[in-house]
């Protein structure tokens, strides 16, 4: 089975209360797939600009991440996002944000890769997300993240999107904004309305829940004292996600709740440290390990 | 074994967006009582006054409810609450308070009340916590709440408290200003400092997190769509928590996750209508039902 993202690729500089990272390798394409490859091979799609420094590149290296469909747009400047965490990192701020290569045409998708069966596509435009839906052949699986961006100024486009999408990926506010919803069940069947067979709603610390249309489930998060850096958090819980869903290569209920048990251990190695570092250097016994205690940390009938 | 739970039995006055109730049956003993009932007898010991309505004694009379320990009070009155919740019911008002006989000397526990091996405390000033424990004869585990008011104003009686239990039931909000730390676990291990052997954090719909000095346990909530009434949520799962645990005989860590399942699935009751109307009308096959479901609903390894 095969695995393509699409999505932002970035140039961070983040402060947390831990410490200061400059010029980093950011953007849910990259959380994604360092998420994802922990379970095979995945498909970036995105873009960056001739300023893309080689070092990131450099760091975006890796035998499982396929970089054909990463385009360096001439003259074009990559996107860039500084930004600081409160103390209690429960809230951050955005020093400052450059969309710069995000604000133009979006990528296309190498006609190679059209033959994705899984794919994710990253928060952006909805009317890209349907672009980007056109451009594959027959995929057994899509699934998409919106933001409260699109959520406000582009509904229309948005529901159409959904109605193209098997999944939605999305955060509780966000899940709540779409639907005018306080309940996350309720949020999540409204959700189902506009086509998609299963919603996840992310809720950071506090997990995911998942809605089709007939169960509902609730995957704790993994409880760590280790935080570092929660950027990209939720990009590399919906990479774990994914990617334990092309290996299983089906995704039905059973098969989505331990797929989000797979998220929500990615996501608490990513947040131990800056960027992708902790993804990079995790070993698949630690990951083992800590799934292994996941489990004892969770009730059981 | 036997389970005894204090603390406050009022006369309420609750406005929801799905309806409102006058003088009824609320206050933490209450809530906490039949919910523990579920899973056994329990003696609660409270005080109200002589304006109790015999209508509301009759709402509490049950087979599996033992009064013994309540005290009318000649020349006083019985604690008066009123609120409103917000259209979302994330957020309530408290629109009166009359502490009336709350603000008065605490109750006593009836001398054939204190060999009771389980006991929970209500948030009540800590002081009086400690003059109820002096009051048992060698309990096997003793468990307290406690609130802002007394986290802010009596941090000292309160500190005497957490030396004098064996397990702590807070919610989050609390936790975190009684340890100034953001995380939980790290808000939990700075609480068993204190003496308690396990703290149990509340989250609403978020479930529970359970921190020992060796384990870490996520509890998620049963996720429910109807919810009429939260007013004593929280104690209806301390209810069902505590009675679990009395009938187990125990509270190892493994008991202490299975019994805040419990605890979950009653308060899933209690919110699906005011007051206990819903948890008295329940029956051992509803429950049975629900908490299969439950298990449905959490990841499996």
């Given at each position: 089975m095969s695995l393509l993202v699409t999505g932002s690729i970035g140039i961070d500089i983040v402060e947390t209360p831990h410490g200061r990272a400059d010029d980093v390798l950011g953007g849910t394409a990259v959380n994604f797939a360092f998420a994802a490859r922990l379970f095979g091979p995945v498909r970036l799609v995105g873009v960056v600009g001739e300023d893309f420094p080689p070092?990131?590149?450099?760091?975006?290296?890796?035998?499982?991440?396929?970089?054909?469909?990463?385009?360096?747009?001439?003259?074009?400047?990559?996107?860039?996002?500084?930004?600081?965490?409160?103390?209690?990192?429960?809230?951050?701020?955005?020093?400052?944000?450059?969309?710069?290569?995000?604000?133009?045409?979006?990528?296309?998708i190498p006609p190679a890769y059209a033959d994705s069966r899984y794919v994710f596509l990253g928060a952006t435009h909805p009317a890209l997300q349907q672009d980007l839906i056109s451009q594959l052949k027959g995929p057994a699986l899509v699934v998409a993240d919106t933001m409260d961006l699109w959520i406000e100024t582009q509904r229309g486009e948005l529901e159409r999107t959904l109605g193209r999408v098997g999944g939605v990926v999305l955060n509780d506010g966000e899940a709540r904004m779409l639907t005018d919803e306080t309940n996350l069940v309720t949020a999540g069947k409204a959700i189902l309305k506009y086509g998609p067979k299963f919603v996840v709603i992310k809720k950071g610390e506090h997990g995911a829940v998942l809605v089709t249309r007939d169960r509902v489930a609730a995957v704790p998060a993994y409880y760590s004292e280790n935080v570092k850096d929660p950027t990209g958090a939720g990009d590399s819980?919906?990479?774990?996600?994914?990617?334990?869903?092309?290996?299983?290569?089906?995704?039905?209920?059973?098969?989505?709740?331990?797929?989000?048990?797979?998220?929500?251990?990615?996501?608490?190695?990513?947040?131990?440290?800056?960027?992708?570092?902790?993804?990079?250097?995790?070993?698949?016994?630690?990951?083992?390990?800590?799934?292994?205690?996941?489990?004892?940390?969770v009730p059981r009938p």
């Amino acid at each position: 089975m095969s695995l393509l993202v699409t999505g932002s690729i970035g140039i961070d500089i983040v402060e947390t209360p831990h410490g200061r990272a400059d010029d980093v390798l950011g953007g849910t394409a990259v959380n994604f797939a360092f998420a994802a490859r922990l379970f095979g091979p995945v498909r970036l799609v995105g873009v960056v600009g001739e300023d893309f420094p080689p070092a990131l590149r450099d760091r975006m290296t890796d035998d499982r991440v396929d970089l054909a469909g990463l385009e360096v747009r001439r003259g074009s400047k990559t996107f860039r996002w500084h930004g600081r965490y409160s103390e209690d990192m429960n809230t951050r701020d955005t020093v400052s944000v450059q969309l710069n290569v995000l604000a133009e045409a979006g990528p296309k998708i190498p006609p190679a890769y059209a033959d994705s069966r899984y794919v994710f596509l990253g928060a952006t435009h909805p009317a890209l997300q349907q672009d980007l839906i056109s451009q594959l052949k027959g995929p057994a699986l899509v699934v998409a993240d919106t933001m409260d961006l699109w959520i406000e100024t582009q509904r229309g486009e948005l529901e159409r999107t959904l109605g193209r999408v098997g999944g939605v990926v999305l955060n509780d506010g966000e899940a709540r904004m779409l639907t005018d919803e306080t309940n996350l069940v309720t949020a999540g069947k409204a959700i189902l309305k506009y086509g998609p067979k299963f919603v996840v709603i992310k809720k950071g610390e506090h997990g995911a829940v998942l809605v089709t249309r007939d169960r509902v489930a609730a995957v704790p998060a993994y409880y760590s004292e280790n935080v570092k850096d929660p950027t990209g958090a939720g990009d590399s819980f919906a990479g774990g996600l994914m990617g334990y869903l092309t290996r299983a290569g089906k995704h039905d209920a059973d098969t989505l709740i331990a797929a989000m048990v797979r998220g929500t251990i990615a996501a608490s190695f990513l947040i131990e440290d800056f960027s992708i570092n902790r993804l990079r250097a995790l070993t698949q016994a630690e990951f083992d390990r800590r799934l292994g205690e996941y489990f004892t940390m969770v009730p059981r009938p």
